[in-house]
């Protein structure tokens, strides 16, 4: 095991479509779908946005509040406008044409151009997409706030993929943000830490590592959560140490 990184959490939020909290997804404890407010966006923003940008803005929403500064931020996701493509597809096939306002809005760094006008904030915005994406996600935006000494604000979130491309059959939206800084020593460290594994190719249940991860944050309880893989034999650890352990 090596430890990459060792930061704070200041702050965590949890959405589900399908759950009221990250507790009740662990617990397996359903609603009735419930779709976010994302209250970031007001008027004509709210028009044509997909429900992954709905609920990127709707983590987002009380967390950049709370830094300290604007912070710099990090958004995540394994499948991006997954949900956007697929009617674009749709209306190529059938018509031939394109909604110019939903062509807009296809692209994987949506949720961040439109967080960062609705917040009218300046400072940079990375987003990272892939199958791998919550390890890469957490990598990034914890080594950019050791390496600006600045908060960073990482957010995940992903939509159901529609059964047309035959992707995970997960019909829960989900998301969580986190706000992270470097780590001090009046705070909780956490550790991102990298640890061999016979690479079988298994990437994490988005779901259950959110929920487990922003449980541990707002909890303080202690945790070693699977982020997914970093490279072959390799994967990414969040670790949560007891409230007394100091690094």
Known sequence: MTIVATVQILGARFFSTHHES??????????????????LLVGRARRFTSLVTQMHLEVCASLHGEAPEPPLAV????????????????????????????????????PSGLYSVATASAAPTTTVTGSNAIAAGWLDAALMA?????TVLLTIADEPVPAVFQGPPEPV?????FLLAPASS??????????????????????QTLAHAAAAALRGEP??????????????ELRFPSQDART
């Open 22 to 39: 990250a507790a009740d997804a662990l617990a397996g404890r359903e609603r009735p779908s419930t779709p976010p407010a994302f209250a």
């Open 75 to 110: 958004f995540a996701t394994c499948h991006g406008e997954i949900q956007t493509a697929e009617k674009l597809i749709a209306d190529i096939r059938d018509s031939a044409m394109v909604s110019s306002a939903r062509f807009a809005l296809s692209v994987h760094n949506t």
């Open 146 to 150: 050791l390496a600006e000494g600045r």
């Open 173 to 177: 939206g989900v998301a969580a943000a």
């Open 186 to 207: 009046a705070g909780r460290p956490v550790q991102l830490a990298v640890v061999p594994s016979g690479d079988d190719g298994t990437d994490v249940g988005t779901v």
């Open 223 to 236: 945790a070693a959560i699977d982020l997914g893989r970093v490279r072959p034999g390799a994967r990414l």
